[in-house]
Antibody, heavy 119, light 112 residues
C-alpha cells in the first residue's frame, strides 16, 4: 500500500536551516508528482511546494519562494524539503503528499513532521 | 492567489441527518484544459488529510457513497447524505486550477 513517512522536524531558532525528508513506498515514485503541504498548529492547510516527476518543474508558495527548495532522489524513493532562513511563521506540521496523476489533486498524505521555529 | 471561502465554519449535525458544506472561489476554477480542479478533503482529529472528492464530483477510491460533490465555476458543495460518527472532523475544499493551490478555511463537522 502507499506509504509516505516524513522525518527531520524539530525545534530550531529563527534564521537557521532544516531539511525534511519523506520516504515513500508502495508506488512507482519516479512516475509521481509530489507536494509538500503544511499546517500551522490549530490552523488550516497551506500548499508549500510541488515537484514534477522528472524534477524539471518546481513550484513554490510565495511565502517560501527563495527560502525553501524541494527535491527528490528517485533511487532512494525519497522527497526532500530544504528550508533556509526559517521564521516563526514557518512553524507547522509539514506533510509529504502525492499528486493524483492527471487529476490535479492530492491523493495520499504522510502523517507529517512538526517544525517549530522559536527562540 | 485564488481565495477559497467555505461556509459554514462549523456544522453541528444529528447522526443520520444530512450535512452540506459550501465552497466559493474568488475566480473561476475552470482550467485551460476545460476541467475544473476542485477537490474535497477530510481531516479527522489527529489525522492527516484524506482525499474524498476530486474534479468536483469524483469520489476517490474507498470513499463511501454518502459523500457527494457538485457545483461549477466558482460555487461548489460537499454533501453527506447521512452523517455517521466517523465523519466528525474538518473538511477542506482545495483548488488546483492555478498555482499556488489554495484551501478553504475548513468546516468543522461535529455531532449534536
Amino acid at each position: 500500500q502507499v506509504q509516505l513517512v516524513e522525518s527531520g522536524g524539530g525545534v530550531v531558532q529563527p534564521g537557521t536551516s532544516l531539511r525534511l525528508s519523506c520516504a515513500v513506498s508502495g508506488f512507482t515514485f519516479s512516475d509521481s508528482v509530489m507536494h509538500w503541504v503544511r499546517q500551522a498548529p490549530g490552523r488550516g492547510l497551506e500548499w508549500v511546494a510541488r515537484i514534477s516527476h522528472d524534477a524539471t518543474s518546481k513550484l513554490y508558495a510565495g511565502s517560501v519562494e527563495g527560502r525553501f527548495t524541494i527535491s527528490r532522489d528517485d533511487s532512494l524513493y525519497s522527497l526532500y524539503l530544504q528550508m533556509n532562513s526559517l521564521r516563526p511563521e514557518d512553524t507547522a506540521v509539514y506533510y509529504c503528499a502525492r499528486d493524483l496523476r492527471d487529476n490535479w489533486a492530492i491523493d495520499y498524505w504522510g502523517r507529517g513532521t512538526l517544525v517549530t521555529v522559536s527562540t | 492567489d485564488i481565495v477559497m471561502t467555505q461556509t459554514p465554519l462549523s456544522s453541528p449535525v444529528t447522526l443520520g441527518q444530512p450535512a452540506s458544506i459550501s465552497c466559493r472561489s474568488s475566480q473561476s476554477l475552470v482550467h485551460n484544459d476545460g476541467n475544473t480542479y476542485l477537490s474535497w478533503l477530510q481531516q479527522r482529529p489527529g489525522q492527516p488529510p484524506r482525499l474524498l472528492i476530486y474534479k468536483i464530483s469524483n469520489r476517490f477510491s474507498g470513499v463511501p457513497d454518502r459523500f457527494s460533490g457538485s457545483g461549477a465555476g466558482t460555487d461548489f458543495t460537499l454533501k453527506i447524505s447521512r452523517v455517521e460518527a466517523e465523519d466528525v472532523g474538518v473538511y477542506y475544499c482545495m483548488q488546483a486550477a492555478q498555482f499556488p493551490w489554495t484551501f478553504g478555511q475548513g468546516t468543522k463537522v461535529e455531532i449534536k
